[in-house]
């Protein structure tokens, strides 16, 4: 779901932010909760290891997005004050 967020989010980049965050927390929850449990078996561990990239990928473009987005409310004030 966080990877539809950056597409959804084009024209709405102030208001999405603490969404994206919550997503970004929600997937290191699921990354922790996939280390804990980490599986004996080969092919449990290959389908874990790439739930956990998947996870990290989303962390990863949540925090992106949030970066952005805030220097894109920034300069868009600042285009207001003017």
């Not at 966080?2 to 709405?12: D, E, G, P, Q």
């Not at 929600?26 to 739930?51: E, H, I, K, V, Y």
């Not at 925090?63 to 004050?81: E, G, K, P, Q, S």
């Amino acid at each position: 779901m966080s990877y539809v967020v950056i597409v959804l989010s084009a024209h709405t980049y102030c208001e999405n932010r603490p969404f994206a965050g919550a997503i970004a927390i929600a997937a290191l929850a699921n990354g922790f909760l996939l280390l804990r449990n980490w599986p004996s078996t080969t092919l449990r561990r290959a389908l874990s290891a790439s739930g956990l990239v998947l996870c990290l990928l989303a962390v990863a473009g949540n925090v992106w997005f949030a970066i952005r987005a805030t220097n894109t409310c920034r300069h868009m004030f600042d285009l207001l004050n003017k």
